[in-house]
């Protein structure tokens, strides 16, 4: 038991976390800045996809990320919650980090679980080409921008609260 209070198992999990946390951010550009310009400007690369295939593999794509990002917000909200009544942070620095740590949950559930059904709902009726899903896939965006700078907050300012 004296283990998992030992300052080698604690410093472990700060690590782990760390580690989860930039995974996230480094998925997250990979998937908007670097895959998506290359999938809908295929044309640029020799191969003709039209605006639904495109959207069919990046969705694909964003699968495979909501299933990391789900796993993310489980290891987000229980270390946040433990990190919240256990770590010697002051209460500010416990608030921001605890905050920027549920938007980042929140988000994480809003994407996956409300905007990517939607959009997978929409190419199997063909409806892409509403304002509706427009509108849709433009929150479904801000969401994961939002998503980028919570987690890009918590784990910069948590490692400059240990400095």
């Not at 549920?102 to 994407?111: A, D, K, T």
């Not at 996956?112 to 009726?125: D, G, K, R, V, W």
Request: glycine letters at 4%; hydrophobic letters at 60%.
């Amino acid at each position: 038991m004296v283990f998992f209070f030992s300052k080698v198992f604690i410093n472990s999990i700060n690590a782990f976390y760390n580690w989860i946390l930039g995974l996230s951010i480094g998925a997250i550009i990979a998937s908007g800045a670097f895959v998506a310009p290359v999938i809908f400007r295929a044309s640029n690369f020799g191969v003709e996809l039209d605006l639904a295939q495109s959207g069919i593999l990046m969705t694909a794509i964003f699968l495979k990320l909501n299933a990391l990002l789900l796993f993310v917000a489980f290891i987000i909200a229980v270390y946040e919650i433990f990190s919240l009544r256990l770590s010697s942070h002051t209460r500010i620095q416990k608030a921001i980090l605890f905050v920027s740590g549920g938007i980042s949950v929140v988000c994480i559930l809003l994407f996956a679980l409300y905007y990517t059904p939607f959009i997978l709902e929409s190419q199997e009726l063909g409806t892409i080409a509403t304002s509706e899903f427009n509108a849709m896939h433009k929150q479904s965006e801000f969401v994961f921008n939002v998503l980028f700078f919570a987690l890009s907050i918590n784990l910069i300012y948590r490692n400059l609260v240990r400095m």
